[in-house]
């Protein structure tokens, strides 16, 4: 077992967003979770959340975004009624393999956002 922890500040990825706009977005999230996101009106903890989220995964896998592994090979997704999970893609998906992972998020509208990954051997 694998565990994977990342804090973001909320402020860091409006920042990101503000500077760098839909091109920063683009290169980080996945059209569904633009989607996602932009349906909340704290629609920057779910940025934060999910970048959290993918860097956690990233950390429990041992790996950064080295090897030509980019963000949107991880997408965090969520059911209503179920808790979020990932869909994973390219590099990313040859290093996870067949582990099962769970994956807690948290985050408040101005403080910061916690990712939690456990990757299951």
């Known amino acids: 077992m694998q565990i994977g922890i990342d804090v973001v500040t909320v402020s860091r990825i409006r920042k990101a967003i ?21 349906g909340f009106r704290n629609k920057m903890g779910c940025y934060a959340a999910r970048f959290a989220a993918k860097e956690a995964l990233l950390k ?23 808790p979020p999970y990932y869909r994973v893609t390219g590099r990313v998906q040859k290093i ?25 051997s």
Request: net charge neutral; charged share 25%.
């Open 60 to 82: 429990a896998l041992g790996v950064g975004l080295t090897h030509g592994i980019t963000m949107k090979e991880i997408e965090v997704l969520r059911t209503p009624g179920h």
């Open 18 to 38: 503000e500077k760098h706009g839909n091109r920063f977005l683009q290169r980080v999230f996945t059209d569904a979770e633009i989607r996602y996101c932009e």
């Open 96 to 120: 996870l393999g067949q582990r099962k992972v769970t994956l807690n998020l948290t985050h408040e509208e101005h403080g910061t956002a916690i990712a939690v990954c456990i990757v299951y």
